[in-house]
């Protein structure tokens, strides 16, 4: 089926650093979302994106955070500066369109590691 | 708001053996609701989801789960599991004009020979 690509799998960084993690969507696919998920917790929403703005996004995606789809191939959420309670797993999703019924195609995830 | 509440985090079945894996939601409206499927090292792949008609929906692998309005609820189901169904399963829900779809924690299934 169709494949979401998230690059790199794991990232370890010192607090105060950048990072910017990066997704491959699916290619026809026009919206994009980023969930967190904390070790042992649920999966939380971020933000979702499109047609180069974000639509909606929660009280997790603090001022530090940022996405862009600048080339229109990878869709990339930074985190500027990054603090220990950023490192989890990030799951970037896409969909054909942002309706409520819609399938969301997931990435297997990158996890980031704040020292 | 809506949201997802999974109330059991890991569940063991034996091969062969029937399963259910109990999901609640809350939301004052019509919900779209949606099991999704996360193997090991992947991302999480849609098993089914309902958002009208028939109560009782059918997703691959021979997985089915039935909505019940009046209990709030959406538990999935299978008749006989297999090894390879080991797996995080998570029930999600949206609302009508809400792209955002919120998830449950997640039940982690293990298929013990």
């Known amino acids: 089926g169709p494949k979401v690509l998230q690059i790199p799998s794991h990232q370890i960084i010192d607090m105060g650093q950048m990072v910017t993690l990066n997704c491959d969507p699916v290619s026809n696919h026009l919206y994009f979302y980023w969930y967190k998920q904390i070790l042992g917790q649920q999966m939380e929403f971020l933000v979702n994106f499109y047609n180069g703005k974000v639509m909606e996004k929660s009280k997790l995606f603090k001022d530090q955070f940022s996405v862009e789809r600048p080339d229109g191939s990878y869709f990339t959420l930074k985190i500027q500066p990054t603090a220990l309670e950023d490192s989890a797993v990030y799951f970037c999703a896409s969909s054909v369109t942002g309706g409520s019924a819609e399938t969301l195609y997931f990435g297997s995830g990158t996890r980031l590691t704040v020292l | 708001a809506q949201s997802v509440t999974q109330p059991d985090a890991r569940v063991t079945v034996s091969e062969g053996a029937s399963l259910q894996l109990r999901c609640k939601y809350s939301y004052s409206g019509t919900p779209y609701l949606f099991w999704y499927v996360q193997y090991p090292r992947q991302g999480l792949q849609l098993l089914l989801k309902?958002?009208?008609?028939?109560?009782v929906v059918q997703g691959v692998n021979g997985f089915e789960a039935e909505f019940i309005k009046s209990n709030s609820s959406f538990h999935l189901r299978k008749a006989s599991v297999h090894w390879s169904d080991s797996a995080v399963y998570f029930c999600?829900?949206?609302?009508?004009?809400?792209?955002?779809?919120?998830f449950g924690a997640g039940t982690k299934l293990t298929i013990k020979p």
């Open positions: 309902y958002y009208s008609g028939d109560p």
């Open positions: 999600a829900v949206s609302a009508f004009g809400n792209e955002k779809i919120t």
